[in-house]
């Protein structure tokens, strides 16, 4: 070792012990005849002091010409300091330096080392390994490890078995795009990486593993919207012969866990919401709701007052913001011009001023009574001193834009406390979508999520009405986690397939292998599969998983630090079997 | 839950219990008034029985129809068994079964489902899910787990944090070969698989993670030898402030730590053994030191007494097989045959019977005195008994023929036995190796590690002769983990480069990010990987790393079970900007 201790674990228990520490130079004051360095490691800071009394001339020659981020290893003895510094652990003492050694010198570094760094985001990933040594990256980290830790000890301690399935598998079109791997061994065939380990985890399930957990990487070649990686972590997870509530318990089990064991943080049972319920009330699927302003769907309401712009619309739905009546024409006009984005696409917003006196005044006084607007305020609970914010048109883009402004003003308000964690099931999705572009059904959650037993024989009839026993694990407004009871009934599977337009052929060639298992005893059996990178930047108080991940790629899938990906050698193609496209 | 208890854990304390098993059908047997079924799941076996007085008429009639591998469920009380089966924890009971389901029927497997199957290799690998469901199959898999699952909290128990590196990096051609990964986002451009996380575990040493560890699937796609997979998983380790000795110890511990939890066995002090004291002893880097047999160098012995064939030799060497001088010529000659074979390709073999009076009968009698055999046999350490046999030639190949011979002749005495464990460290590798092929040198290790800084200075003058910090933990004849302290310094590393053929402009576009962040205050830093799956292997005491992972894939790089590679769509290709190569 090239060290006795760490930076961060001396103190006043220490002093008078000789000691060798190693480290990074973090900063140094020099008054000529006394140098104080602070030292830098994982562990925290020490202060390094070398003075014209104490320490030899050559040593302390050498230390004046310290720069910052250099590596230097000293020797000295522990003592207490003068002036302490109450919040540091080590900032009762400080190191007598004897002698030091510098182990690697440092450039200067393109940007600072510290909590707040000067540093872009561009620069700061192309020198990721110096972002790395900044306290609130390296926190992260370390934070994520702790996380993965805890969540493999929880499910190892209920029987679920870690099971590595393979990177190298097989291309299959639904869904989100393939990374796919070509085989030099199999010339003109590619392997793909997966975008779960979905089939793999359903087969252990069908070869009696029973309880599966990995976490584990997968791949999606998406256009990347913001704060999104081409790939990313997932804690996979199936269980067999169980029901829904049974992995509902087991996984709210883990958060709560997690919650406690990590944060400190006290939650019991999970609020659950069906689908319908989450987008009537919320406008979203994964609803916040560590705050109210629950919708109001004023349709009866607001329709034959004589309002026109209201009387033609399938959605007339409302908020009560709270507090908000005092809100300025300016910041009310600032609301509007907001949902009128094309982001957000709306075409206005009505808004209603719940005044103290009880009164009433809004935008539309010249349709509507106060009794008129009474009632509106009954329907949002909205009380004096509120602001009502109405939006009116086709009911999924109305909920979908009153959501974002919802969400908006919870921001704005300061609603959104990531120090409070509300958790929430939303159950009961539909098993399909319909999509209007290609006039044909996809799978909600994926294929291989079974119907409600009950509602099997509306498969053949009305599959559009056809809900699955599908679930997500919402935390804060952000989807974590997801899953479902499967088929495995290889006719259902089949029946599935076809609904969602798969010919025979397309289905055998793909999932074949699937269907034939589904022949020789599968189980019933379901699971979930949580995203790791946003659970914890989550409980890490924050939002941007890229900050809990140590090399994250930009938004052009680019890795800035090793500049990946790049050109390969002719030789590589030619092993391939594979020519580059020429370019028109 | 379809269950109230699993079935492996009933005994005579739940005697007079109604529960619900749910299974497969293992067996059944009929008597026709009495039915008898064994139910498996993951925990075990537990007998049920259906009779004409307890059980009522349909039920017992819908029993006589199940076929194995049916998945079914059951209700029933827990009954004493009349004879009881003391090799089964459940074996003092049974299930009278009042009613049951069927949850899934089964076709006939292609394999039976037992310990001992009568399925070959390709079609378990087809039916691997099946395959799976197999006692020693399934206890691997949770065998992994479970070593996994020690190993990451012995790691985190010293402070190691577990980052994820990334999966799409940048290809290097230097070493095997890459799996690559065309960028749709980036035309013409390519990620690579990671072949190991090495400069990525580096760059977060110089970032100050001080220790880190992963778990983590690599990649090589070279024509697989037996036993070898494309994608492999590697214990990743790197420490930072450390000399070697500091990281064998920790990982001494480690291994240690696994044999006592794992496998309830006590081993210590690992033996260490230079590279070429290895190579002399056993002629081999990674020696089994389960048994003796050790090489003795006849050279001065052998030469120059009238046998023509070992006159003109570079070595001559030996080992005695202790207890084999009663082999038959028969014997002798079939071991001849064997170390002639293509695969070992020696010349032939020169024997010396040790016989019990003290004299020696030898293939050579013609040129050698009872005196000059004598010798041998103090140099080989042999004793009466024993078979002295001898090797000559050039020095590196007749070493090698010698050990594969030795590790055969241990084989067919059962000096390997898999439940004796005999971990040492080899250690001072050389950096680098001559290939003749090439005509330059390749690093032994790879470039990334450090000369020992004693020797430094040979790197210009006689680079062939420099050793390394380097240094493999050998367990039972297979090398499980190597490692090494690393290059810190930008200029040292720039120089191995240069020392392996890299021109300037390749070493920077490959690995110009690395010579960078080592100007920014790299520390001293080294590390380790051990292979899981092999370290697995041998824990289980077994030899093929394919029985211990859940979807390998064949010597083709083929999965069996999904049938992958395959072919992608037109479309997707074009999306990459590829084209396939005609066939020539």
Chains 1, 2 share one sequence.
Request: aromatic share 10%; charged share 25%; glycine share 8%.
């Amino acid at each position: 070792m090239l060290r006795t201790n760490n930076c961060g674990e001396l103190n006043l228990a220490h002093v008078g012990n000789k000691v060798t520490l190693a480290g990074w130079v973090q900063k140094t004051r020099n008054k000529g005849f006394m140098i104080w360095v602070d030292l830098r490691d994982r562990y925290g800071i020490t202060q390094i002091i070398f003075d014209e009394e104490r320490t030899d001339k050559e040593t302390l020659e050498m230390a004046q010409n310290l720069g910052r981020e250099f590596v230097i290893q000293i020797e000295g003895t522990v003592i207490e300091r003068e002036s302490k510094n109450p919040n540091m652990p080590t900032g009762a003492i400080e190191i007598l330096a004897e002698s030091f050694k510098i182990l690697n010198a440092s450039k200067t570094p393109p940007f600072t080392i510290e909590n707040e760094t000067d540093g872009g985001e561009e620069l700061r990933m192309q020198y990721r390994y110096l972002d790395i040594r900044r306290n609130p990256v390296r926190e992260n980290l370390i934070f994520r490890s702790k996380v993965s830790l805890a969540i493999r000890n929880y499910l190892s301690s209920y029987n679920f078995i870690d099971v590595e399935t393979p990177y190298l598998i097989k291309s299959t079109p639904e869904g989100a795009r393939d990374f796919v791997v070509p085989s030099r061994m199999n010339a003109g065939e590619f392997y793909a990486l997966p975008q779960s380990p979905q089939t793999f985890k359903q087969l252990l399930m069908v070869g009696g593993m029973d309880q599966y957990f990995q976490i584990v990487k997968c791949f999606r070649d998406e256009d990347l919207r913001a704060d999104r990686q081409p790939e990313f972590t997932q804690i996979d997870c199936e269980m067999t012969f169980v029901e829904q509530e049974d992995i509902l318990a087991r996984f709210e089990g883990l958060l709560i866990h997690l919650l406690k064991e990590i944060k400190g943080v006290e939650v019991s049972d999970f609020p659950r919401m069906t689908y319908a319920e989450a987008m009537q009330k919320y406008g979203n699927d994964k609803p916040d709701i560590r705050f109210g302003m629950e919708f109001a769907e004023l349709t009866d309401l607001a329709k034959g007052k004589g309002f026109p712009v209201f009387d033609q619309q399938e959605l007339i739905v409302g908020i009560a913001v709270p507090g908000a009546a005092t809100y300025t024409r300016k910041q009310i006009d600032a609301l509007i011009d907001w949902v009128k984005r094309p982001q957000i696409g709306a075409n206005g917003l009505i808004w209603v001023k719940c005044n103290e006196d009880g009164s009433f005044k809004s935008s539309v006084d010249k349709f509507y009574s106060q009794e008129d607007l009474q009632a509106w305020a009954a329907s949002t609970q909205a009380s004096a001193g509120d602001l009502i914010l109405v939006m009116g048109g086709e009911v999924n883009k109305t909920r979908t834009q009153l959501s974002a402004l919802r969400m908006e003003l919870a921001e704005q308000l300061g609603l959104r406390d990531p120090e409070v964690f509300a958790p929430l099931w939303v159950v009961d999705f539909p098993l399909l979508e319909w999509d209007e572009e290609s006039k044909r059904f996809h799978a909600m959650h994926h294929p291989f999520t079974a119907p409600k037993p009950e509602q099997m024989k509306l498969l053949a009839t009305d599959p559009g009405a056809v809900n699955a026993n599908a679930y997500d694990l919402v935390l804060n407004g952000n989807e974590i986690g997801g899953g479902s009871i499967r088929i495995h009934d290889a006719a259902v599977q089949e029946t599935m397939f076809d609904l969602l337009g798969f010919t025979k052929e397309e289905a055998q060639a793909q999932f074949g292998f699937l269907m034939e298992a589904f022949q020789y005893g599968a189980p019933p059996h379901g699971g979930i599969a949580l995203g790791l990178d946003r659970l914890v930047a989550i409980l890490g108080g924050q939002e941007t998983i890229r900050d809990f991940i140590a090399f994250p790629k930009n938004n052009s899938g680019r890795d800035l630090m090793i500049n990946a990906p790049a050109s390969i050698a002719a030789t590589q193609l030619d092993e391939l079997n594979l020519v580059l496209k020429p370019t028109s």
